[in-house]
């Protein structure tokens, strides 16, 4: 099993049909078939399952997707990584993202740097938390731009400001008798709607008041918060941040009367990993 019969098999799997793969790749139909059998006469296994218009994956073809995915990514980073090697401020940067630090980052500074270095190109990869820490393990991405808590002793970390979680409801499912502020106690009366890792954080908070808070939905992204607060389902919790690019006009934001529900932004790097001049300047300007 080699790179290019990885690719290949991708393409297959993504455009589900051989002939748009072999168009996609530029390459003829009967050598791409070739290689899909060769590849699973290798393995000892089907791998997709050819119909009269579209092929589908089984079950190993589904597993061999994920790895190859992963592989051929690692491999690009790699490449981009020996690439860049000695380049100063010129070549690629790869950045994990999650969806909140949209309302912080990127920031004037980065837009400067960007300018003043119009050979950097930035490719950003998108995901929770926990996916971009595994990209950065892997090597995908140079730096992750994440939100805390996360296990952070394997990583350089700079942290930037702390700040408050908000409180967002739909207008017609209103919770707290102030307009602009939620208690604790109001809050452990309503259908909370929250990011996956706050909860301990959340049921440490309520425990100390002797609450304990009802969720009703968990999820691994700050939108899908905002959208099930947004639709009435409860209320959600969110950065403060995140809601500079959400639309506030169409649901009610409190402040929580609480100072421990609070979270912060970090940007990560490997502690054991090469960090490019670019990479070093954008971990700088992003505190």
């Known amino acids: 099993m080699n790179l290019r019969q990885l690719t290949y098999f991708m393409a297959i799997a993504e455009e589900r049909q051989i002939t748009a793969a072999a168009d996609r790749l530029h390459i003829a139909q009967p050598p791409l078939s070739y290689e899909l059998s060769s590849l699973e006469r290798e393995l000892g296994v089907t791998l997709v399952k050819r119909g009269p218009r579209n092929t589908e994956l089984t079950d190993a073809g589904q597993l061999l997707y994920k790895r190859a995915e ?4 690692m491999t690009t980073a790699t490449e981009r990584e020996v690439r860049n090697y000695g380049k100063g401020m010129s070549g690629i940067l790869s950045i ?4 909140s630090s949209g309302g912080i980052l990127p920031n004037s500074d980065m837009l400067e740097f960007a300018r003043h270095y119009p050979d950097v190109r ?4 998108e995901g929770n938390t926990f996916a971009i820490i595994d990209m950065l393990e892997k090597g995908i991405v140079d730096v992750g731009i994440v939100r805390t808590p996360f296990p952070a002793d394997r990583f350089g970390c700079r942290y930037s400001e702390r700040e408050p979680m908000k409180a967002v409801m739909a207008g017609e499912q209103e919770y707290g008798k102030s307009e602009t502020c ?5 809050l452990a009366g309503a259908p909370l709607i929250i990011y996956r890792r706050y909860e301990k954080l959340l049921n440490e908070t309520f425990s100390e008041k002797k609450l304990t808070p009802f969720i009703c939905c968990i999820n691994d992204d700050a939108r899908t918060t905002y959208t099930w607060a947004m639709k009435g389902f409860g209320v959600g919790l969110l950065p403060a941040s995140i809601l500079r690019i959400l639309n506030r006009d169409t649901v009610i934001c409190k402040d929580i009367a609480s100072d421990r529900l609070t979270t912060q932004l ?15 300047k954008f971990v700088e300007l992003s505190g």
């Open 182 to 186: 939620i208690t604790l106690e109001e």
């Open 70 to 73: 992963q592989i051929l990514a």
């Open 122 to 125: 930035f490719e950003i990869h």
């Open 266 to 280: 970090a940007v990560i790097w490997k502690k054991d990993r090469y960090l490019s001049p670019l990479a070093e």
């Open 96 to 99: 994990g993202a999650i969806s």
